[in-house]
Structure formats: C-alpha cells, structure tokens
C-alpha cells in the first residue's frame, strides 16, 4: 500500500524532527542539564560528550525497544539503567583508550551520563511502546538535537572566553577574554540567555 | 586530633567550597525543577542526604573491599546505579511505614532521587579523589547531602521572592532561575581558594 508506506515515512521524518528544535531536549524539555552545564567550557569536550550520548542513546534505544514486551512494570526504570550503564561503561572505557585527554577533561561526566535523564526519558516514552525503527530514528534525533544545542552553547562561551572557537582563534588579538565565561557563572547565564532567546523566537512565530 | 582535622576540613570543602550543586553542577534537575517552595526544598534536601551518605558509604565499601580486590573494576558503574537504586528503594520503603504523611506529599520526587546526578556523581568523585579511608568517605558523603540541601534551600528562599518581581515574558521560568543559580555560583567563588 503505497498511502501507507507513505504515512510511515511522515512519522519517521516527523520523530527525526522533533529531537532537533520542536521538543528539543535541552532548549524545550529541560533535560541533561548537569552534562549541559558542565561540559561546554569549550566546543571540542562538548562535540566528544554529544557524541557519546548520541551512541548511549541511540544502543540502550535498541535493546529497551527489544525487550519492550518483556519489560515488568515495577523493575522497568531498574531494567533501563542498568542497560545505559552497560552502553556508558563501553563509551567511557572507548574514551580513555583512543581519545585519553578528552576523557581526562570530560572526567566523572562521561559515567554520569547513566543518569543523563534524556537517555531514561526517551526509554520510557518512545523505545519501551515502540519498534525498532522509530526508535532508533527518535535516538537519532535527540542525539542530535542535544549535540547541536551543546555546541552553540560551547560556541558562544569558547569565543567569549579565549576568543577562539574549536581552538582556533577568530577574534582580534587585542580582544580581552572573559575570564568569567570559563568558569560555572558563565555557563548558568549563558544558558539562562539562550532560553530566553529560544523562548522569544518561538512565540514571535505563532 | 590529625584525622578530625582531615575530617573537619573535608566537610567544609565539600559543604562551601566544592558544592555539588554550585561548582560541579551536579543535581541541577532537583535543583530547578523542586525549589519552588522552602519546605519542599527542605524535605528533599533531607531525603537526599540520607540517600547520598547511605549510597557513598555503600558504594566505597563496595569498591576498595569487592571490586578493587578481584580486579573488577570494570563494573563500577552499572555496582554503584544498583546500590543507589536500592538504597533509594529501602529509604522509600522506610519512609512509607513510618511517616505515610511524609510520604504523601514528596510524591514521585522519592523514585525520582535515582537519577539524581549528585549522588551518583559524588559516588564518582569519592572514588576520583582517591579517598582510601571509610570514616573519610562518611563524612565527605555526608557533607554532600548536607551542601545540597543548603543550595537547594537558598534557591527556593530566592525564587519565593522572585514570584513577587516583574519579570520580562520570555525570562520567566527556566531562564531567570538558571541566571539567578549563575549569580549564586558567583557569590560561592569568593569561597574558591580558601582550603586547598
């Protein structure tokens, strides 16, 4: 049935969209704020970091879709993080061998993405009700949702901060880097500011 | 007299110095999502606390007496989010027959201490730090707890005020809370640098 193939191609590019800006889990769900926060000092920690939850993401989607009928109600939740944890021991054990100064800067919040609530979130609400495919494409989304919105965010406060961007620098050398922007203060403000922002655009468009 | 120095210093860094919530940004969903009111801040403050000094002390036996000694380290993480899932079980279980009143009014908050980051992230730390003694571990874990509740209360107390202050509509909610926590975290840097 062609209508039908058709339908389902709609709710596959309908869930991929979604995790980019309409339930984008940091800027409209408020998810992962702990990893947002801490690890956006500059773009390349951050890139590392959203790539790591894109594969957390994407392999714990894939065993909870398929174990999805199997699943008790009560042990769910327990069943769900021991699964992310099994994803993030293989992520982080990935991180020290082949990348070990990223791991280093990275530190306790590549483990703490076993309790990254967009990984749990998006378990319960899309992978435990549905097949593989769109779970795989809702991970898919909200990975990627999650990076991009990362990397503005370590974008802004990279360049603030050292006047560079993936440590390259851009700005002019008399520029006088914003020491603040580095340290926790700029990261709740800048956040704080980027909300605010998003919340503007959205309402000026409906 | 030595180790209550060790001790005394190691609580004070761990409530002022390098709290959770303000310099390691651990624990911020609680921290944005339960500061509405004081009471309610307090009473999560509490049920953290317990939980995070049960699940540290757990946690350290565990590693230096289990793991480190056959080698499996391996399998730290997916150890402590079992711990820290069931310590948090028993603390509901105990708070449900003893204080059904309590009970009732955290609601899903209580389950929802799991996946708390603070705890499992002081888990990581104690562990980062190297900290080879017990009564160490006790009283680090104990001074987390302890340096949530009162960011977490200093928040709420704020954000009370703040519902009386004429906000501008797209700062309302998330975004002038989170800029209030940064101005917070600026006032707790004066602390940096006091005990190395």
């Not at chain 1, 991929?16 to 956006?40: D, Q």
């Not at chain 2, 959770?20 to 009111?37: A, D, E, H, Q």
């Not at chain 2, 606390?49 to 380290?73: C, E």
């Not at chain 2, 705890?119 to 874990?141: H, Q, R, T």
Request: with cysteine; proline share 4%; glycine share 8%.
């Amino acid at each position: 049935m062609p209508g039908e193939k058709q339908a389902t191609t709609e709710l596959y590019k309908r869930t991929l969209v979604a995790g980019l800006w309409n339930e984008n889990p940091v800027f409209r769900l408020l998810l992962g704020m702990c990893p947002t926060l801490a690890v956006t000092a500059a773009v390349k920690p951050a890139f590392t970091m959203g790539l790591s939850v894109i594969f957390v993401l994407v392999c714990s989607n894939i065993v909870v879709s398929f174990m999805r009928n199997l699943l008790k109600p009560h042990l769910r939740i327990l069943m769900f993080t021991l699964t992310i944890a099994t994803f993030v021991t293989i992520a982080d054990l990935f991180l020290r061998a082949f990348q070990p100064r990223m791991s280093e800067v990275l530190g306790p919040y590549v483990p703490l993405i076993i309790v990254n609530c967009i990984i749990i979130c998006r378990a319960e609400t899309c992978a435990s009700k549905n097949n593989l495919i769109v779970s795989i494409i809702d991970a898919l989304g909200m990975g990627v949702g999650f990076t991009l919105t990362l990397c503005v965010l370590a974008g802004v406060r990279e360049i603030l901060s050292t006047g560079a961007i993936w440590e390259i620098p851009i700005l002019p050398a008399g520029f006088v880097p914003w020491a603040a922007m580095r340290m926790p203060v700029g990261a709740f403000i800048t956040l704080g500011l980027l909300l605010a922002l998003v919340n503007a655009v959205s309402k000026r468009k409906y | 007299m030595d180790t209550l120095n060790i001790l005394l210093i190691g609580f004070i860094s761990i409530v002022i110095v390098k709290n959770l919530v303000l310099t390691k940004f651990l624990g911020i969903c609680p921290y944005l999502g339960v500061s509405g009111r004081i009471d309610m801040a307090f009473g999560m403050g509490m049920a953290v606390t317990f939980v995070v000094t049960l699940s540290g002390t757990l946690t350290w036996m565990i590693d230096h007496w289990v793991l480190m000694k056959f080698g499996l380290g391996v399998t730290r993480y997916v150890c402590f989010i079992l711990v820290i899932a069931g310590a948090v079980q028993l603390v509901e279980m105990y708070v449900r027959k003893f204080f059904p009143f309590l009970y009732k009014s955290f609601g899903i908050f209580l389950p929802l201490i799991t996946t708390n980051c603070a705890i499992l992230g002081l888990c990581l730390f104690i562990n980062l730090w190297g900290i080879d003694n017990l009564l160490e571990a006790v009283v680090l874990s104990f001074g987390a707890g302890i340096g949530f509740t009162m960011a977490i209360c200093i928040m709420a107390g704020i954000r009370e005020n703040l519902n009386l202050a004429d906000v501008p509509e797209c700062l309302k909610g998330a975004p002038i809370t989170l800029i209030t926590a940064g101005l917070l975290t600026l006032a707790f840097m004066g602390f940096a640098g006091m005990i190395r």
